[in-house]
């Protein structure tokens, strides 16, 4: 008997961006798995279990929905933003791929969020309204050099760029290193947008520059609710009296064949 596992994107925080779809999964799993401050954001239904795990436990957490499932039972494993963004619809495959042939029968449902820096990005403007990449700083699960090398590469090309997992109390110095790397391909100028803990309490966005962001990152206090975009050099900011700047790249390239 197999049962069905939905890894649930619960977008970034802000009850009005969960989908249909995703609240409907979680109307009617029998159990949750995830971390637990995502779980927090779910409200309690009687009869539904919940199993809360630390956030460095993706595999087991993952392999724990699974054999649940396998048992025949609709269980639903959430994610923050978007579940294949840096989460956990990939450690799910990942067990899959190694586990027990018969979990190659549970139905299997991704159900998309919105991803942070989608969320980040609508505050200001329209900062990835032409070609960007993600990235995350985390050298937890890659080494350093591929990290510095990838950001060689993005801004080399030109690309706008977001950092996910920017900072956390055992990573302090990473961001700051990126930073500097940047600043090697792209001018002082290059807007800088921090948004922290977007779409629940606590939100702050900025606006900077590359020459200011180490300073602003302090100020605005970047941790690991928050997420960076880094503007290419075609990235505009527009100044407007009493309100936020505006960010947005343009849609046509330097260049292009209009
Ligand atoms: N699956 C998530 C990303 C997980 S990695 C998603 O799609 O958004 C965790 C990182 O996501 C954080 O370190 C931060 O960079 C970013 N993040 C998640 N929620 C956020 C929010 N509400 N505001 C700003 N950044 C957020």
Redesign the pocket.
């Given at each position: 008997m197999s049962g069905r596992l939905a890894v649930v994107g619960l977008g970034?925080?802000d009850p009005r961006w969960l989908t249909p779809e995703a609240e409907a999964a979680l109307g009617s799993a029998a159990a949750l798995y995830g971390y637990g401050p995502y779980l927090d954001r779910i409200p309690q239904r009687s009869g539904q279990v919940r199993h809360a795990s630390d956030n460095r436990e993706e595999g087991a957490r993952a392999a724990a929905a699974l054999r649940h499932a396998a048992g025949g039972a609709e269980v639903a494993v959430v994610?923050?933003?978007?579940?294949g963004?840096?989460?956990m619809a990939a450690a799910v495959c990942a067990e899959i791929e190694t586990g027990p042939p018969e979990w190659r029968d549970i139905e299997l449902a991704v159900i998309p969020?919105i991803?942070?820096m989608l969320?980040?990005a609508a505050q200001v403007g329209a900062p990835l309204g032409h070609d960007f990449c993600a990235l995350?700083l985390s050298d937890n699960l890659k080494p350093w050099e591929a990290i510095e090398r990838r950001l060689d590469a993005a801004a080399g090309a030109g690309f706008v760029i977001a950092l996910?997992?920017?900072v956390s109390r055992a990573r302090p110095w990473q961001l700051a290193a990126a930073f500097e790397r940047l600043g090697r391909h792209l001018p002082a100028t290059a807007p800088v947008i921090f948004?922290?803990?977007?779409?629940?309490i606590g939100e702050r966005i900025a606006v900077t520059r590359l020459s200011a962001a180490r300073e602003t990152a302090a100020e605005i206090g970047a941790d690991?609710?928050?997420?960076v975009i880094v503007g290419s050099p075609e990235t505009r900011v527009i100044e407007r009296a009493g309100r936020r700047p505006l960010v947005y790249t343009p849609r046509a390239a330097a260049g292009a064949n209009l």
């Open positions: 970034p925080g994610s923050g933003g978007d579940p963004v840096f989460a969020g991803t942070a969320a980040v995350s996910y997992n920017p948004g922290r803990a977007v779409g629940r690991m609710a928050t997420l």
